[in-house]
């Protein structure tokens, strides 16, 4: 681990503690805003800054960015913390940027008082049209010049709901030719008649981001704050409002920036996976194509296979798309480690033993995880009827095809060997019966001769009386296209994948009756599936989390 070499970040802070920064002082933060469910890409941001915490021995907060009480809610403050903490991370201090409301009000009368902001009462449409572009100068607002005692009473009457809303903003007064066009008298507060999940009707403005976040990041004494590169210009703001309340005892955050990660096939914004939620495209937040961590978690993805990818990407000083094949990778290494093997039959046809004696069952010892010498063995149920998958048959293949065919021979995983005499077809040549015979001497593990015998095949399968109906949930990719947001001509929603969930009937094996909700499977030669949320004894619903890519003697 220590020989991974450092990113860029991780430079960063070497750097300001090579030039005395002390160690004990750092502290990091993640900073949601909870207006929506995290997704892969806030993994990436909850891994380097927790990541950071753990390499330094410092604190890592999680704060709430919840100044926007339009869009905000305490569902999704209690789904993040869910997310964090799943994903194996523990903060030191859960943080809101509402708890610090009074504080910026008060710096924020400071300010006023030593004539670095004011009230503007125009509205947003005049605002707009004089802030410039970015080879021009902006033009002051007739309001810029208001006396300190006209813009201490009106943000006062703000705060007292005597306004309503759009009629008054409280500005910065830095420059209106700054050539940041965000340095031009940026917007600290906006009146808005909503209650908030934490504070209520207790305010009735709310601070703007910028304002907010520096003072809250100073506040809680966070050394380095990292965030997405879009706020890269918003850095010179940042700072410019430190400024403004920095007692140089104190620690000064300080803001660095990283790109933000992209996934293939699925779109990483708040807003977008809220509008597939709304519009019912899929069944929720948590709906397992959803690349949010809960419908990661649902899936059957695990913490350990969400963090190994995070660190495989690392952190990147320009965006770029990371494939979902790469996420996938990283789920089948870790299930493969931990995922009990099962039989599972998606697609049956009957096979019937014709020499072995009926209404006799045998207990086959089964080895429940081959990478896993701790997991032990269970026993299947082995009777005269059993179910291959269809795909597994053919009357007639060439000799490359190793699983069943008329007069060929194939082992049944943990059973015996068994030969094809036979088939039975419908009217319209679907094959619905196979028969076959078995070597009664060739019991794997029996250590006999026969038992040592090898044929080309291994078939998994089920016994056709003990075996369990299940409802198998396939999953496929949300999108058709890699990057369904970045068409000019078309809307993400256009490349929705109509074939993204197909739901069937399988056969599972008696073992899986008491599997609970989330429990991890290898179905043999399927893929790695999960116990959905929906699953009960008597309706057994499970997830695909990902495929199979390499099938044992396929
Ligand atoms: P969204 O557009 O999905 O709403 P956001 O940046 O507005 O994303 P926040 O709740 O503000 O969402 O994000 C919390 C933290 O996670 C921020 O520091 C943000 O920069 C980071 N983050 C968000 N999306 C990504 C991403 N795709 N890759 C890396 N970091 C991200
Ligand atoms: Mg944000
Ligand atoms: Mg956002």
Redesign the pocket.
């Known amino acids: 681990e220590e020989k991974k070499s450092l990113n860029f970040i991780e430079h960063i802070v070497e750097e300001d503690l090579t030039s005395g920064f002390p160690k004990s002082a750092l502290r990091f933060r ?4 909870p ?2 469910y ?5 993994a ?3 891994c380097l800054n927790f990541g950071l915490g753990l390499r330094y021995s410092a604190p890592v907060n999680l704060r709430f ?1 919840d100044t926007n009480p339009v869009k905000e809610e305490k569902e999704y403050v209690d789904a993040i913390k869910r997310d964090v903490s799943w994903l194996g991370f523990t903060w030191d201090s859960e943080c809101y940027a509402s708890d610090y409301f009074q504080q910026l009000y008060d710096w924020a009368v400071d300010l006023i008082r030593e004539g670095k902001a004011y009230v503007d009462s125009q509205t947003s449409e005049e605002m707009a049209t004089q802030k410039g572009t970015p080879t021009e100068p902006g033009t002051n607002s007739p309001y810029r010049d208001r006396s300190v005692e006209e813009n201490l009473a009106l943000f006062k009457d703000m705060k007292e709901g005597k306004f309503p809303e759009g009629s008054h903003v409280l500005r910065a007064k830095i420059d209106m030719a700054a050539s940041n066009m965000l340095m031009r008298d940026p917007i600290m507060y906006r009146v808005l008649h909503k209650a908030h999940h934490r504070t209520n009707t207790d305010w009735c403005i709310y601070p703007m981001y910028d304002w907010t976040h520096g003072e809250s990041d100073y506040i809680e004494q966070v050394s380095h704050s ?3 590169l879009e ?1 890269a210009p918003h850095r010179e703001l940042y700072d410019w409002f430190l400024d403004q309340v920095i007692d140089p005892k104190k620690v000064r955050p300080k803001q660095r920036e ?5 996934l293939s096939h699925t779109v ?4 977008k ?1 809220l509008q597939l939620v709304e519009q019912k495209v899929v069944s929720g937040w948590d709906d397992p194509r959803m690349p949010t961590i809960s419908g990661m978690r649902r899936r059957g993805y695990t913490p350990e296979s969400i963090r190994n990818f995070a660190d495989t990407i690392g952190i990147a000083k320009r965006e770029n798309l990371v494939d979902v094949s790469l996420l996938e990778f990283h789920v089948r290494e870790d299930l493969n480690k931990k995922a009990p093997r099962v039989m599972a039959v998606l697609d049956p046809v009957k096979v019937v033993i014709t020499n072995y004696p009926e209404k006799n069952t045998e207990w086959l010892k089964a080895e429940n995880n081959p990478e896993d010498e701790g997991a032990g063995y269970r026993e299947v149920p082995f009777s005269r009827e059993i179910y291959i998958e269809r795909e597994d048959f053919r009357e007639e293949a060439n000799r490359k095809f190793f699983r069943l065919k008329l007069g060929g021979e194939v082992r049944l995983k943990n059973g015996y060997i068994i030969k094809a005499e036979s088939c039975t077809k419908d009217a319209d040549g679907n094959i619905t019966e196979i028969q076959c015979t078995y070597d009664p001497k060739s019991k794997s593990g029996s250590g006999t001769e026969e038992s040592l015998r090898k044929v080309k095949g291994t078939l998994h399968w089920v016994s056709a009386e003990h075996a369990l109906e299940a409802e198998v949930r396939l999953y496929d990719r949300l999108f058709t296209d890699e990057s369904p947001d970045t068409h000019k001509d078309k809307e993400f929603l256009d490349f929705v994948n109509p074939d993204s969930l197909k739901v069937i009937k399988a056969y599972v094996e008696p073992s899986l009756k008491s599997a609970q909700v989330e429990d991890h499977f290898q179905f043999q030669r399927i893929g790695y599936f999960n116990v959905d949320k929906d699953s009960s004894e008597s309706n057994l619903v499970f997830n695909r989390t990902v495929p199979l890519r390499d099938s044992w003697a396929k």
């Open positions: 993640f900073p949601p805003e207006n929506g995290l997704h892969i890409g806030h990436s941001s909850i960015d990292l965030c997405t706020f990283f790109a933000r990660r992209n990483v914004s708040k807003r996976l």
